[in-house]
């Protein structure tokens, strides 16, 4: 029985072995393409990449644990000057509406209108997308982090926030060669402060917002 398992692992690791020698004959790189790199970074105008571009949201429930949610989609632009980081300017726009968490009744209760034409607990069944605009960067010491100034449109209301941001690769994507950027980041705002205030303070009130986005230098659709 030994010696059938030993048998059967040697023929699993052959096959593993041969199957990342074909890979690496169809040019599939070795490692990953992004590097944390400022200087693999052109500078220009990019757009976000939907696809791989989130924001999640944190808040804590009752005192008794954090609930979490994400907004998908971010779209928008990214201006860079590598000889001027400082100089750098983001626009970027968060569809609201199609806001993705674990339960289906709070994504219902998030998007169901007011009672008997009230004002909606949350965003209500229609709304606008947020959006953040950016004003001033101040790049950190270590040359891969800044704080972003700017302000955020959010439920109707526009209140300056701080983003705390990091830059964590550029590189060429491997699937369509877009030279690519990334960062993440994080900021809190009091959802009050937007209209977003129902069920405080049993709810928090304070909302930490996380982000991961990547940006592509590519021509306008």
């Not at 009050?192 to 909302?207: A, H, R, Y």
Request: hydrophobic share 40%; aromatic share 8%.
């Amino acid at each position: 029985m030994r010696s059938t398992r030993l048998v059967a692992t040697i023929g699993a690791a052959a096959f593993a072995l041969a199957a990342t020698g074909t890979l690496i004959a169809q040019g599939t790189p070795g490692e990953a393409p992004g590097r944390a790199d400022p200087a693999r970074v052109s500078g220009g105008t990019y757009l976000a990449d939907p696809s791989h571009s989130m924001v999640q949201w944190r808040v804590d429930h009752m005192g008794f644990n954090d609930y979490f949610g994400i907004f998908g989609d971010v779209d928008g632009t990214l201006t860079l000057d590598p000889a001027n980081p400082g100089q750098a300017s983001v626009d970027v726009t968060i569809p609201v509406a199609g806001v993705t968490v674990p339960s289906e009744g709070l994504r219902e209760h998030l998007l169901r209108p007011g009672k008997d034409g009230g004002s909606p607990d949350f965003f209500g069944p229609d709304p606008m997308p947020a959006r953040f605009t950016s004003t001033a960067v101040t790049i950190g010491a270590d040359g891969t982090s800044a704080e972003v100034t700017g302000d955020l449109a959010l439920n109707g209301v526009m209140m300056p926030v701080t983003l705390e941001t990091r830059f964590t690769g550029a590189g060429a994507a491997p699937r369509t060669g877009y030279e690519t950027v990334g960062f993440e980041g994080r900021t809190t705002i009091n959802r009050s402060d937007f209209g977003l205030g129902f069920g405080v303070p049993m709810v928090g009130d304070e909302v930490e917002l996380e982000f991961s986005v990547a940006f592509e230098k590519r021509d306008p659709q």
